[in-house]
């Protein structure tokens, strides 16, 4: 059983330009978490997705920031208009349906992240 | 809002000896969920260990085990006969009934041959 899958592992940027990041949860999965972390500090939620569904944006800023989960295909996590302060790693998470396998519901399987690099 | 602290920025053990990373949380919640990742250099997050708040046994892994202490909001790792695998980083995190996870700022644990 694969693991998280996200895509490319390391992006550069330049100021400016747009960034794509993608994540295809385990199987099975159907629950989507962000993440970044910056350096020298842990990881900060960003936002929940279930298929088709935003759940929470709490910790997405405001601008610039979107995130999608489509009924077909990975997750995507969009930054448009980079800035350097947007260099950071990205971490994607997946967690199981309750009652299906694939791991505890209650827990997220990480992704081996995208390393965002703003020139 | 919860909170995470992870209290030693860095640790260090001998190869076969065994270590003890803290950490303490801060909740209004009863029932809840704890976690240890591990991030070693390749930057993977990896699950080490996961804890039910309304379990009173201790959580174990193998070498690694939990001393969770509810009323005090402690939630301690304990790695026995460290291996240099071992090496990485550890943060604690926590889960509430928001689904999302509060991490600590992560303890940088170095094993010694």
């Known amino acids: 059983n694969a693991g998280v899958m996200q895509n490319p592992r390391h992006l550069v940027r330049r100021r400016g330009q747009e960034a794509r990041l993608r994540c295809s949860p385990m199987k099975g999965h159907s629950h989507v978490y962000w993440y970044r972390q910056l350096p020298e500090e842990g990881l900060k939620f960003m936002v929940y997705?279930?298929?088709?569904?935003?759940?929470?944006e709490s910790g997405m800023p405001k601008e610039r920031f979107s995130a999608e989960f489509p009924k077909e295909g990975p997750s995507i996590l969009r930054i448009q208009q980079v800035v350097r302060g947007d260099s950071a790693a990205y971490f994607c998470?997946?967690?199981?349906?309750?009652?299906?396998?694939?791991?505890?519901?209650?827990?997220?399987?990480f992704g081996p992240g995208t390393r965002l690099t703003v020139l | 809002a919860q909170t995470v602290t992870q209290s030693q920025p860095e640790m260090s053990v001998q190869e076969a000896e065994t270590v003890t990373l803290s950490c303490t949380y801060d909740?209004?919640?009863?029932?809840?969920?704890l976690f240890w990742y591990k991030q070693p250099p390749s930057r993977q997050m990896i699950l080490v260990i996961r804890q039910e708040a309304y379990k009173q046994q201790n959580a174990t892994e193998n070498r690694f085990s939990v001393n969770f202490q509810k009323a005090a909001k402690s939630f301690s790792l304990k790695i026995s006969d460290s291996q240099l695998g071992d090496a990485a980083m550890y943060f604690c995190?926590?889960?509430?009934?928001?689904?999302?996870?509060?991490f600590g700022k992560g303890t940088l644990l170095t094993v010694n041959p």
């Open positions: 995190a926590f889960r509430g009934s928001n689904y999302k996870l509060t």
């Open positions: 909740t209004s919640e009863s029932d809840y969920y």
């Open positions: 997705l279930q298929k088709e569904n935003i759940i929470d």
């Open positions: 998470a997946s967690s199981p349906t309750p009652g299906t396998s694939g791991g505890f519901p209650d827990t997220q399987y």
